[in-house]
């Protein structure tokens, strides 16, 4: 691939500076202008010609035309091998071959479980949603949830216990365990140490304490690479105990959060992005665009009862007649002028999908937030002496919360010191949100400790030599330990070190004993949710590498090497019934995925005020270390579908950076893609750099998780690791870090730039004020403006059945991107590396388009889903030569893998760029282990195809079976494509229009209802309902 | 000049000509007939199987309801092959010595798996349901043809999907009564065309030719 220019960022400020008006951007690139962007994006189909090396020549046209004719005629003549069934032998009760069994299961991540939605086909998981009845999912999952089933299938998963790096046996690891024991014993345990992660297993607490009580000198550390850390000193230094903080979002009008991704991870973050979008959530009762009436409406019904016309024959040519309208929807509830929404102060130092959707957001540096916070809690009169006035809007925002007492909340980042957790929690209590909008609980883990000191405490320990064994459960603490602490060099002083983990990564590398850890999807379990709910792990396959999990382990070490963790769960949670009740209370908490009333009680605690901060030293540049938006910690470095996630800020794949802003960049004469090397402590790295609009000056960010040595061949040498500048005194960032030049290129594979629709008004926002003037604020503009019905020579499609569509709500939307791994999972969309991404060949059906408004320092954020259009004039069907994509009976552009020579036409003519073309044969069809991830249900693409969003057509197919053998109609919310399943915000809805009380005939009948590029007349099935933004007058005033 | 070609070469030209053309005709012939001859559709043609299992015994002979080892058919996409635990149902009890039902009892014993190989295979982008083509009053015969006079199982039927569309475009013309649909003997009757008619509205059946029907 050919190098890009530099951009020049001062020709790009003077552009921004000189606009007229709102000026939507996608990139920095896109601002330039350059030659070189212009061509990336005309040329949809970049590189062919690295593809095809030899030139064309008359005599090489000729020869290859030749040979495509007769290699096509020969293998239409191939004889399809034979294939086997393979019925059962036994087959179990209730299962019927063909069809989906679900089982309620959870996943956990830093200890807090989600509960989980199984899809089991024949025998195989395949798909994985949120559990309606968990508390912490309501039926939406994150892309961590989504893609974990890949690692399931990873064919590069540890598939061998090992012994000083020899293939050994269970059996083996545990004879020698016993033996460590035993040799402990002797010791009352001492020289014996456990190091885990985060641990809420109600179960596995127990095991391990049952453990020390018999060995009271043994030991038991925790350590979480990205985890909580502050916020437990937080609650140390506020409560001075552990504390569980819940936020109820569904009552607080102001919401201020500090550095808090709170809609994107964390804890409770599916609800929390529920609860925020239900408060954003506008309806109206204006209609939109009165359509003409038709005599063809009154015959109309909905309802499951409803008669259903003949579905496909009514598009047929000779049934084409008069234009038949679905019939006038109103919209129902509020008017525009009784439209209240919420308001969200974020102040953070990069882009995350909370700031984006925050009312006002603050740029500030990571450390300085902690004197932002001090000056709010000043203008509130919490702690002593008010700020040094250093940000203006602290008081402002303190009169708004003080009007909205008791309806406000505080929410402070896991990356923020203790003390602005302190500030937090002492602000909600003077604002009188306690019992209100903020609830407290016991700490959800069953011996919370400060992970900081526990890792500290433990390498001491190793470095003195007091250590004999040390049996570490998951974590890879050798790769993400910060360096300061030399973890591996401290490690090897253990002369016996037993390590479980899924992967043989790089603590098993230097571990005496690895044993493969079993996926949660293959082991039984039980985890607590954010609130304390407990939920069993179920398994839904046997181990596929014979992994075993955490449970069986100390089960070893304390004896009981016979018993599985089906038997240590089910024996832990005898007391909870009473025996002959227990099988009952069992099935059942197994059955609704939640055991009841394991939900933590709320209790009364009292925020001490912390005392003022110590003056800390903040000369120089800021680095701050985060967890990778996608990849975490480094957990999930092998997995494809989270490796090729576009960062739902920065559009990049396969890849992290440093971000730095771009008047430091320009200041310092650094570009994108440059690489430099970055100093912090003595320690350093080469990284490249990312310009990051929005992002805080004399600041940059880091994120952990790559330049991973054992990931796997995914994960491997992707990015460079950031652990290497962490430091345990704080390992979220300090001051005191150096960035200089240091030559050479490297080249991101980024989907920002590609399928750009070039600056045409894509994204329309108003303020809320604005909206109750012009409710109708979307089409204002004369291109906005929907074409009537008659400005066309063809006749209309009929649609007498169903007629499917969807809305895409961008109030609601925080662009997290679980749709887009939702979609992969369920429609088996390869992954193509980063290579292919870099050329604009990436294949996911939805994309998260991420534009930025106004000044690059402080841009305003706006995301928009898009999959296909579903065009009711659609573009592509016009032009394929072979009728591979045409209009279907209930409205949808069918894409017909079977018929696909791969012309590329309907690309090329698609003006919303969804359509993704095989350029070489990206699905895996012949690593075995990741067939058994795919969906039965969908067509698994070869080379040479094009493929799009197809409204989930497979979950369109099986409610229609279902409804007509039933003899009754859909009902509305039956189908969910899984884009609408898996979001928190509920952004999508997709039904059936001709439906007058369907919640997307609803959603379409709202003033805010609009669609991409009307003037071209496509007519899209699918529509975005308009922004709105709540600023605070006081300070939008300035 | 003298001449260059001799007079023989316009007899050569002739016939070349003339083979060409005939030559061309019998190949495409030929294409055709591979194209719809049984060693590409495998009708009827019997493919070997662990156990050479008689459909018509079972059902002509025993009367066994298609349904009694097809449990799946009415419920779902695939009709289901019978379990072990089916087979050895009867078998345990007759013909329980019988060398011929070896296999089936080994893998009683074993746990593992008859194997048996696919008569009717579709391409892997065809999604057919079963459930539903019951449901809409079409019988097993109408695809799998008189299974109930074989002997061993074979194809009837291309399963193309211009042999598909005949019925997706007319189906008045296949119909039949509900209760008539696993009735393997079932003629239609002479007022087929307005029996259909009258079916095809009462079962509320739809003429589906939209191709994700079946391809997805």
Known sequence: MKEKPALDLSKIRARLESAQGPLYWKSLEELAETAEFQAFVEDEFAERSTDWQSPANRRNFLKLMAASLAFAGVSACTKQPAEMIVPYVRQPEDFIPGLPLYYATAMQMGGVGTGLLVTSHMGRPTKIDGNPDHPGSLGASDYFHQASILTMYDPDRAQSVTGNGRISSWIAFQAALTAVREKAALKKGDGLRILTE???????????????????????????????????????????????????????????????????????????????????????????????????????????????????????????????????????????????????????????????????RFVVGGGEIETWASELAAALGVGGAAGAGKFKEAAAIARDLQAHQGACVVIAGDRQSPRVHALAHAMNQALGNAGKTVSYTDSIEGNPVDQQDSLRELVADLKAGKVDALLVLGGNPVYGVPADLDFAAAYKKAAIRAYLGIYYDETAAISTWHVPEAHYLESWGDVRGFDGTVSFVQPLIAPLYGGRNAYEVIATLAGESGKTAHDLIRENWQSASTPDQFEIFWKKALHDGVVPKTALPGINVTAKVPPAAEARQTAGLEILFRPDPTIWDGSFSNNGWLQELPKPQSKMTWDNAVWISPSTAQQRGLNTEDMVELKYQGRSVTAPVWVMPGHANDSVTVH??????????????????????????????????????????????????????????????????????????????????????????????????????????????????????????????????????????????????????????????????????????????????????????????????????????????????????????????????????????????????????????????????????????????????????????????????????????????????????????????????????????????? | MAQIFHRSTNTISKVSLVTAVLGAGALLAFAYSMDRGSYITDVKVVKEQPVPFSHKHHVTDDGIDCRYCHTSVEKSAVAGLPATEICMGCHSQIWSNAAILEPVRASFRSGESLQWTRVHDLPDFVYFNHSIHLNKGIGCASCHGRVDLMPLMYKENTLYMNWCLECHRNPEKFVRPRDQVFNMAYEAPANQEELGKKLVQEYHIQSLTDCYTCHR
């Open chain 1, 704 to 1038: 952990l998780g790559f330049g991973r040595t054992r990931a796997g061949h995914v994960g491997n040498g992707v990015g460079f690791n950031a652990n290497l500048l962490r430091t345990s005194t704080d390992p979220s960032g300090g001051y005191g870090a150096d960035i200089q030049k240091a030559g050479g290129h490297h080249t991101f594979g980024t989907t920002q730039h590609t399928q750009t629709m070039e600056g045409r008004d894509l994204v329309r926002v108003a303020t809320l004020e604005e909206y109750k003037k012009q409710p109708q604020y979307v089409d204002e503009k004369e291109e906005q403006k929907p074409i009537p019905q008659y400005m066309t020579l063809y006749p209309d499609f009929r649609y007498e059945g169903y007629k499917w569509g969807m809305t895409i709500d961008l109030n609601a939307c925080n662009g997290c991107s679980a749709c887009m791994v939702a979609c992969q999972a369920e429609n088996n969309i390869p992954v193509v590396g980063k290579v292919e991404v870099a050329r604009g060949r990436h294949m996911h059906w939805i994309r998260v388009d991420r534009y930025f408004k106004g000044n690059w320092d402080n841009p305003e954020l706006y995301y928009q889903p898009v999959p296909c259009m579903q065009c009711e004039n659609a573009p592509c069907e016009l032009v394929c030569p072979v009728a591979a994509t045409v209009h279907s009976g209930d409205g949808l552009n069918q894409m017909v893998y079977n018929r696909c020579v791969g012309t590329r036409y309907c690309s090329n003519n698609c003006p919303y760029k969804v359509r993704r073309f095989n350029f070489l044969l990206y699905s895996d069809w012949y690593t075995e282990s990741l067939k058994g991830v795919r969906n039965p249900n969908v067509t698994v693409r070869s080379r040479g195809v094009m493929e799009k969003c197809t409204y989930c057509i497979q979950r369109i197919n099986a409610a229609k079976i279902d409804s007509e053998k039933q003899n009754r109609r859909i009902a509305d919310g039956e189908i969910t494509p899984a884009c609408a399943q898996v979001c928190p915000a509920q952004a999508i809805v997709f039904g059936d229009i001709n439906d007058p009380k369907s919640r997307v005939a609803q959603m379409k009948a709202q003033a805010r209802n609009y669609s991409l590029l009307e003037d071209l007349n496509t007519r899209p099935r699918t529509t975005y309902l308009g922004r709105l933004r709540n600023p605070n007058p006081e300070i939008e005033r300035g």
């Open chain 1, 198 to 360: 985060t641990v809420t297993s109600p179960t596995l607490i127990a095991q391990i304490k049952g453990v020390l009580k018999e060995l009271p000198g043994a030991k038991w550390h925790q350590y979480e690479s990205c985890g909580r850390h502050n916020a437990y000193r937080g609650a140390m230094l506020a409560f001075g105990k552990p504390v569980n903080t819940l936020y109820h979002l569904d009552q607080a009008d102001v919401i201020v959060s500090l550095d808090a991704d709170f809609l994107s991870c964390g804890p409770g973050n599916l609800l929390y992005a529920r609860q925020y979008a239900d408060k954003r959530r506008v309806q109206t009762n204006v209609t939109h665009t009165p359509q003409p009436k038709e005599d063809k409406q009154e015959g109309y019904q909905a309802g499951p009862d409803a008669p259903r016309a003949n579905q496909s024959a009514s598009y047929a040519e000779e049934a084409r007649g008069p234009v038949n309208f679905p019939p006038q929807v109103q919209a129902q509830g509020k008017t525009a002028g009784e439209t209240t929404l919420n308001r969200m102060y974020v102040v953070e130092p990069a882009p995350s999908p909370t700031g984006g959707m925050a009312d006002h």
